[in-house]
């Protein structure tokens, strides 16, 4: 049974930081199991849109929106996947899901650690 479970959100102020955590159950981190990992975020009334984007060979994608102020990495022997999120705007604010895919594409979400920012 694989299981993602987020942590690290919470309230911040317009230009704070926060550090968003996955750690993965259930699966092991690697180049011959994963294809990506992923966060990505729901704002109040709005879809989940993709954030950012880490391949298992540490190839990372962002949305435009988060370029420059956000950073994603992972701890393949802990299983666990990180965003680092600087500069945070109030547009920023959502709940924040992880998702890992694997390999044969299947995909794994996480419940969502909810991020809200101030002004």
């Known amino acids: 049974q694989v299981q993602l479970v987020e942590s690290g959100g919470g309230l911040v102020q317009a230009g704070g930081s926060l550090r968003l955590s996955c750690v993965a159950s259930?699966?092991?981190?690697?180049?011959?199991?994963?294809?990506?990992m992923n966060w990505y975020r729901q704002a109040p009334g709005k879809g989940r849109e993709p954030v950012a984007q880490?391949?298992?060979?540490?190839?990372?994608n962002y949305a435009d929106s988060v370029k420059g102020r956000f950073t994603i990495s992972s701890d393949n022997a802990n299983s666990t996947v990180y965003l680092q999120m600087t500069s945070l705007k109030p547009e920023d604010t959502g709940v924040y899901y992880c998702?890992?895919?694997?390999?044969?594409?299947?995909?794994?979400w996480g419940k969502g650690t909810p991020v809200t920012v101030s002004i």
């Open positions: 998702r890992i895919q694997r390999v044969s594409g299947t995909s794994y």
């Open positions: 259930g699966i092991i981190f690697s180049t011959v199991t994963i294809r990506s």
């Open positions: 880490i391949t298992s060979v540490g190839y990372t």
